[in-house]
């Protein structure tokens, strides 16, 4: 059949404390952006933040995108930031699967909410 390990062995030690550091680091880079976007401080740039054709446009577009989203995409870290501490005090193959697919989920649902409501807040200042 499976010969592979079960879902109850222990995660081996170098696994787990590479999947813990790689989710709180995402965590971390992502809490930050959050925190510059929703303070403004956020320069508008091709590589990080919510990017669409209304907010890379418009300066007025990026910071009303921002700051509307940037909070959203502070609460999106925790997910990540908390996985990976979980995976580092217990780590066991069924968990270690779960707390990926949690974490990512999580950071998943709330930076495509944030993005949302980032593009409507630039939409609404490109209206006007």
């Not at 968990?95 to 939409?123: C, D, H, P, T, Y």
Request: glycine share 12%; aromatic share 8%; net charge neutral.
């Amino acid at each position: 059949m499976f010969d592979g390990a079960a879902a109850s062995d222990p995660m081996p030690t170098g696994m787990a404390v590479f999947l813990g550091i790689l989710l709180i680091v995402v965590g971390l880079l992502l809490a930050d952006v959050g925190r510059r976007s929703h303070s403004g401080t956020l320069a508008r740039n091709w590589w990080i933040g919510i990017r669409t054709n209304a907010t890379l446009a418009w300066d007025d577009a990026w910071e009303a995108a921002h700051r509307a989203g940037g909070m959203l995409l502070t609460i999106a870290a925790i997910g990540p930031i908390v996985g990976g501490l979980i995976v580092f005090f217990q780590p066991s193959n069924a968990v270690g699967a779960s707390v990926m697919i949690i974490a990512l989920g999580w950071l998943l649902v709330f930076v495509i909410v944030a993005g949302i409501k980032g593009q409507r807040a630039a939409n609404a200042i490109d209206s006007t």
